[in-house]
DNA sequence: TTAATCATTAAGTCCATCTAGATTTTCTTC
DNA sequence: GAAGAAAATCTAGATGGACTTAATGATTAA
């Protein structure tokens, strides 16, 4: 259907002659009202009528009667110039952060340390203030924001991701995730206090997704400690790890913001000496001045954050 | 506020350019769309940001990205247009006669009887088509007609009012309200089957509202009968002519619609011989064919009196 | 009957919107 | 890195819709 064809919209400005119409009775008050002359009006609304193909005005006496077609329109002009009042008064207050959508591609891990919490307190102070989350992983974060798609991430550092200084994005840091060493019960280190991981070098390894994060540190550990390690099996879920790690497949490292985890006969066991982490933060656009709504998010995902690290996970120098 | 003055209202073709956009991703796109050349979008777009003076399309790469305020616009836009659709809809049901408002004046006296009964079944069966009542006396009554304030009056005839054959007007016949004697308890005629006028004629009698057919019906009955009452109260209410009936203070006619009456010492008693009576009729302007709303109405008033008039108040041939 | 009020029509003016072409920026490809 | 393509925007000019003025017809009031 073309832009201009007939019945594509109803034009606001004549059903608002129509209701002036109604309300002072004469086409001519109603033109007076509006600083118009009677002929524009007489126009616009015989106009009006053909585009919806029906009669809105009838002749009564020397002047105008309105069709019971009329005031069924005007009921529900009424209704939409409510919405469209609704509309301003949020336009504004979307300036002030009481009104918008905020959208947010998180790890799923950080759901349930930072976002989750964030968005029921948020949920609490600003009911108009939506936050619509989705998952992704660190590559498809970025580029969910990249896209304009999301307007926050959560992520981590990866490799080919955007540098600390990158000039176009602006970086707040969240929460230190700390990696621990995952045993099975039965191992002769998983009841130590601490790990050192060179006494794991003839293990068989188990590693995340090697795009992620985890894989590039899991290794820098290693090497650290002085040894490459010897990975057989490679996962995409945190679960699917300590899944293998309780079948005996071998031993890996997971994050703390993955843990506790849901399988009896294993153990994690922090690390000996400075831990492997990786470091959690929210990622925005740099462009200009952030949204209200968006620095509220921000601002939010930060105090959850800081709570969150004085209990469990502290940040490294 | 003028017309034309700065948020007088928002043009809804813009809006739906900005939607075009949100769902196509580009100007170009949501411009071919529509039938339109990028140029003419962009413009739309930037006019409509600074009349509502917020910004609605950022630069994004070689394209645009909606701005949190453009997807808050989108979120009432949405709104709008399907109320737009919703009135649409309603628009064409009108003619069906489902949905609309019939503005209905009617003898109080009426409304027990017939105007509620229709009111009740049509709610039922068409619960979009309203019937807005209100009370008015027969002057009233006819006077709103004539005003194009309501659709449809139900009255009688009265002093002044238009004759049974005007061209002006169609009315549909619903209940002949016959009139009784009414009689304190004590009166000697007051045990009767029926009560022969004649032997009224030295009463002290009360009479309705003299702008009021029952009045003149009055008068009439008792000029058959060979007197001319001796008036000595008028009354508009039906309700007060029974209280002074009840007072002892003398004898009237009342109409069987006004009846049961609540004072427990009054009789009624009908009149010997051809009944006085008033003929309650439903009168419309006859200008063009009703609209269906209205036929309807009526169609369901005459279905109603036919139902009321078998079980109390016979039609007088 | 005359005058006044109201709505509508006809004709002309003016402004918003559209098209076309040029410009700028950005992304892709060689 | 250069060239080309794609996208948006800007400018200028054309077009159509909306408004005004003036005239007409109908109705009411005096």
Request: hydrophobic share 45%; with cysteine; glycine share 8%.
């Amino acid at each position: 259907m073309s832009i201009d064809s007939p019945g594509f919209t109803i034009d606001l400005r004549k059903l608002r002659l129509l209701r002036e119409v109604e309300q002072r009775g004469t086409v001519a008050a109603a033109a007076s009202a509006l600083h118009l002359t009677p002929s524009a009006v007489s126009q616009q609304l015989a106009g009006l009528a053909r585009e919806l193909d029906v009669p809105l005005l009838e002749k009564q006496g020397r002047g105008v009667r309105l069709t019971g077609h009329a005031r069924v329109l005007l009921g529900h002009a009424h209704a939409i110039e409510a919405q469209l009042e609704r509309a301003r008064a949020d336009l504004a207050a979307f300036d002030d952060g009481l009104v918008g959508e905020v959208r947010v591609a998180t790890l799923p891990t950080a759901v349930a340390a930072v976002l989750g919490p964030a968005m029921a307190q948020l949920r609490a102070e600003r009911p108009a203030l939506r936050v619509r989350a989705r998952d992704a992983d660190p590559v498809g974060a970025i580029r969910a924001l990249d896209a304009g798609e999301v307007d926050v991430a959560i992520t981590v550092d990866h490799p080919g991701g955007p540098r600390r200084d990158d000039p176009r994005y602006a970086r707040i840091d969240l929460i230190t995730d700390i990696l621990d060493v995952v045993l099975h019960e039965d191992h002769p280190l998983a009841r130590g206090r601490t790990v050192d991981l060179g006494l794991l070098a003839g293990e068989e390894w188990i590693s995340g997704n090697p795009h992620d994060a985890c894989a590039a540190i899991a290794d820098n550990a290693c090497a650290a400690a002085g040894f490459i390690p010897d990975v057989r099996h490679w996962t995409v879920e945190y679960d699917a790890l300590a899944a293998l790690v309780s079948a005996g497949a071998g031993v890996g490292l997971l994050p703390r913001l993955a843990q506790p985890l849901r399988f009896g006969n294993v153990r994690t066991v922090p690390v000996a000496g400075p831990p492997p982490a990786r470091l959690v933060y929210a990622i925005t656009r740099a462009g200009r001045p952030a949204d209200a709504t968006t620095s509220i998010v921000l601002q939010k995902l930060r105090e959850v954050a800081a709570a969150r690290h004085d209990a469990t996970s502290p940040l490294v120098p």
